[in-house]
């Protein structure tokens, strides 16, 4: 592995600062995206704002040094890994995009999340037209760059098609905005050779009749594969050429900066349907029927898809007994008229196949819709978690003439036989004639490695020679097709690609190796070797969908950064563990559910000194006395920063020791108890953090428990000793095993007694709490969350009148399904309810926000800031979590006073009594 000489190093520091990177640590860590490849860069670069950009490129020229954009990482294809400078565009000003003319046009830059578009053009019912099913993770900059399309999209709404304007930086440093009327004449003035060049480009083909042919009819179906030439077909102006080439090149012609996209419409009503066939080329036949009936999407999978889901539990339907023959087809039809969707349902009943049935017949039940599309948009990395452990993924996308698709599919079974593929899966957007298919192989042995080899010469014969189609539909040329451009183009359209590229990037720095490869076998180099390392996150493909809501992820590493790191031996407790909120949000976005919080717990227990188990021990034996001291503390630190000397003295002694934002805690509480009352028998068990603090603006978080409760039926009590008890959360996440299990051997004895051995309901008020009891304690008690048991009774609950309310759901939260309930109840009782779009983990994580306050700071930036832009529109919302860690790191983020959800139910529901 190569590194920068220390002259490029002093000049990248110079004119980048802080956001240029060389740890060696941060740079292993992002040597992989989604794809079977592995390259560790030299340096990465985090742009803040366009000027960083047309530096960096005048830079790296003047340094020999290549550049690789890179966005989420999700790419299938290994376009966002390098061996020079990785550029990531996650930052600064390049995450912001606007929205326009009532949601028909929207403003992105890079490093938007496309989901996140998505989400704030629902109120207008528009989208984007590009719905690749890694959306949700995905950044603009790779739907772009790759030309991504999707379930719906097909060839009509994807980027080239939906692009209206766009602001970039080539290689020489310029930048320009196509929306400027002058930016044709500036780009002829500023660089004359790029410009005549495209210009006689189009000549060139307008002059060759086969080849316009050649071009429409490769274009009339999906293809990623090398550059859209198209675009010197569609436009005269060579800068309408130009921003069109720059979708699809993978970063290889210039970086876009922003792009202006037309959206299109989302139709209010669909009724989708999951068939189940006999075969899986019957299943292609029936893709063709469909389209005929107006499907907007049309998706197929084969047995052991289908075998995959059922693995991970997404699999929806009829499908008791899985046979290798078996196949399945998810149809949407979308619309305006639901009587014409209900129309279409029934003419797709009559064109069933013999042996055909719905697995699902055709429903318009948003939760119903939700688990199908989960099911389809789950597959690869269901699939990718079943491989044998230690084998690479590798991941293929051809297309072809829709009403060929069957013949392709018979076609290639030999193929997988023959090479010894016979447990690859088989899936794909059947409406567009494109399949995907998945395997599996160990690339760093030999004869696997020309196995594989054979099967990509035979795959590109059958795909180009026999039935003209495209190698690469949607994922991009990249690195694994790159040797096979000419394959797919012919030599003269090819030499036209090499011409293109000269034109853009003389010196051949963007992006090196993709689209373009010297060698013939480069898609057999630099491939990943998953070592195994914990059977928690061996089983993870680098998918990269955790990322989106990791705390830490704009400050050290993400979770599958933290597991490519242990993949490649090397560790950093600050980066790994120290800042891991170790919240579970990650397990909630995996698709395999895999928790790397977990895994960094016991890495914290194997690290954990002797004389550190030994205070936690003592800490967990004497608890009760540790919340006694601790109330006392904080009561002292309120009274004391009363006054302007006190708050400077305690914010200048805490401050380095980074406990800071300790000192605008709540007011501590009193204990407080409750007789029994007349009612179904209940036990509150009040958390640590409700035994030593409580808001100033209501009484003791017990007392409105119990009211609450009392006013839907209950009889609640709370023990005298209930103040001494602890779930172990605390330790738990701390790695601290020893001691959490002394608490919780406490709590299981203290429950026996209160509860008769399991008789009575035990009601948590906090959500991580509920969810470690529940977890560990489940089985023996009846652990009811208190989110969960009011709204059971929503339906009791008075009118809350125009109050508009900001909701900050908390991790647990969405671990327990909770935080919908919440707001659904909230709705039911009149309520306007808010989450923002970038809500995620406020990075607190228990006592995480008081040792290291950076975590929480970058966890809540962009949340913070759209929360603060929608309260400067409503000064009248009220702010609640579900959590006093949670409700102290919003209120610090966003300069709301956040509270808890209990006390507004208990205005409303109680009256607001004392």
């Keep these: 592995m190569s590194e920068l000489s220390r002259a490029q190093r002093a000049a990248l520091r110079e004119s980048f600062g802080e956001y240029f990177v ?19 860069p030299k340096g990465i670069v985090r742009p803040q704002h366009p000027g960083h950009v047309v530096n960096l490129v005048k830079l790296a020229r003047s340094l020999d040094l290549p550049i690789t954009f890179r966005g989420a990482g999700t790419s299938l294809s290994g376009q966002a890994i390098g061996p020079g400078l990785l550029v990531e565009v996650g930052w600064g000003t390049f995450r912001q995009f606007n929205i326009y003319d009532r949601g028909h046009q929207v403003a992105t ?175 292609a036949e029936l893709a063709n029927k469909c389209t005929s009936l107006g499907a907007d999407a049309v998706e197929l999978m084969d047995a052991r898809s289908i075998e995959a889901a059922r693995h991970i539990g997404t699999l929806c339907g009829d499908f008791t007994e899985i046979t290798p023959f078996d196949a399945a087809v998810l149809v949407e039809f979308q619309g305006s008229d639901p009587l014409a969707l209900s129309d279409k349902a029934n003419q797709l009943a009559h ?113 180009v020679g026999q039935f003209d189609g495209s190698l690469k539909a949607e994922h991009g040329t990249g690195r694994n097709m790159a040797p096979f451009v000419a394959r797919e183009w012919g030599d003269d359209l090819y030499q036209v690609m090499k011409s293109i590229k000269q034109l853009f990037d003389p010196d051949m720095l963007l992006n090196p190796g993709v689209i373009f490869s010297e060698h013939a076998d480069s898609y057999l180099r630099d491939m990943k070797q998953a070592h195994l390392v914990d059977a928690q996150i061996d089983g993870c493909m680098d998918c990269g969908f955790c990322e989106l809501g990791c705390p830490s992820n704009q400050l050290t590493l993400s979770p599958r950064q933290r597991i490519a790191l242990a993949r490649a031996g090397m560790s950093s407790r600050y980066q790994v563990e120290d800042t891991c909120a170790v919240d579970g949000a990650c397990a909630l976005a995996c698709p395999l559910g895999i928790n790397t919080g977990q895994w960094v717990k016991q890495q914290r227990q194997k690290r954990s000194l002797k004389v550190s188990r030994m205070a936690a021990k003592t800490a967990a034996r004497h608890w009760w006395r540790v919340l006694a001291i601790t109330r006392r503390l904080l009561g002292f630190s309120h009274w004391l920063q009363r006054s302007r000397m006190g708050a400077k003295f305690l914010h200048t002694v805490s401050w380095p020791y980074h406990i800071a934002p300790s000192l605008k805690l709540p007011l501590p509480s009193s204990h407080w108890s409750q007789p029994h009352g007349e009612g179904i028998p209940l036990i509150y068990l009040p958390t640590c953090l409700h035994a030593v603090m409580s808001q100033a603006q209501f009484p003791p978080q ?36 020893e ?104 990075g607190f994580a228990g006592d995480r926000g008081f040792l290291h306050p950076e975590l929480t700071q970058s966890a809540t930036a962009d ?3 759209e929360i603060r832009a929608f309260a400067a529109e409503h000064d009248d919302a009220t702010a609640i979590s579900a959590c006093g860690t949670c409700e102290l790191a919003m209120t610090h983020a966003s300069g709301l006073q956040y509270s808890s959800y209990v006390g507004v139910l208990w205005q409303h529901v109680c009256g607001g009594k004392d």
């Design 351 to 463: 064109e069933l196949p013999p042996g055909a049935h719905f697995a699902v017949p055709p429903s318009s039940d948003p939760k119903l819709r939700a688990q199908l599309w989960h099911m389809r948009k789950s597959l690869y990395p269901s699939v990718g978690g079943r491989r044998p452990l230690g084998a690479t993924m590798i991941v293929e996308d051809i297309c072809v003439a829709p009403d060929r698709m069957p013949e392709l599919i018979l076609c290639l079974n030999p193929v997988f036989d023959r090479f010894g593929f016979d447990d690859r899966v088989v899936f794909g957007h059947a409406k567009d004639g494109n399949l995907h298919f998945i395997m599996h192989t160990c690339l760093e042995k030999h004869d696997h490695k020309s196995r594989y080899a054979g099967f990509m010469e035979t795959l590109a014969e059958i795909v």
């Design 702 to 737: 017990g007392q409105m428990v119990s009211d609450i409760l009392g006013t839907l039926g209950y009889a609640v009590r709370v023990a005298s000793t209930a103040y001494r008890q602890c779930c172990g959360t605390v330790f738990f996440s701390k790695g601290q095993n």
């Design 863 to 865: 949340q913070a800031q």
């Design 739 to 842: 001691a959490g299990q002394i608490v919780q051997n406490r709590l299981i004895k203290w429950l026996n007694d209160v509860t008769q051995e399991g008789a009575i309901p035990v009601v948590v008020d906090v959500a991580p709490c509920a969810q470690t009891m529940k977890d560990r304690l489940g089985t023996s008690f009846q652990i009811l969350d208190l989110i969960d048991l009011i709204s059971q009774h929503k339906d009791r609950l008075p009118s809350i009148v125009d109050k508009q309310l900001i909701l900050h759901p908390t991790c647990s939260m969405r671990g327990l399904g909770t935080d919908v309930k919440l707001e659904e109840m909230l709705v039911a009782m009149g309520a306007d309810v808010w989450v923002p779009n970038a809500s995620a983990c406020c």
């Design 22 to 40: 060389d740890d060696l640590t941060l740079r292993t860590a992002r040597s992989i995206d989604a794809s079977c490849y592995r390259i560790v």
């Design 109 to 283: 830059g890079p490093g938007v999340i496309g989901g996140a578009i998505n989400a704030a053009l629902r109120p207008y019912h528009r989208r984007l037209g590009p719905d690749p099913a890694s959306i949700g993770a995905a950044m603009m900059g790779g739907i772009l760059s790759n030309n991504a399309s999707g379930m719906c999209c097909g060839t009509r709404y994807n980027s080239y098609q939906t692009l209206e304007s766009m602001v970039f930086v080539l290689a020489n440093g310029l930048r320009l905005n196509s929306n400027d009327p002058d930016s044709d004449r500036v780009l002829k003035d500023q660089h004359h050779t790029l410009w005549q060049g495209l210009k006689d480009q189009r000549t060139a083909l307008l002059a060759n009749p086969e080849w316009v042919s050649r071009l429409r009819k490769k274009h009339a179906i999906k293809n990623t594969i090398g550059y859209g030439l198209q675009a010197l077909l569609d436009y005269e102006n060579p800068i309408d050429m130009l921003i069109h080439l720059l979708i699809g090149s993978e970063g290889t012609l210039g970086f876009i900066e922003r792009a202006v996209l037309n959206t299109v419409d989302d139709p209010p009503y669909r009724a989708t349907a999951l068939i189940r066939l006999s075969h899986l080329d019957q299943g």
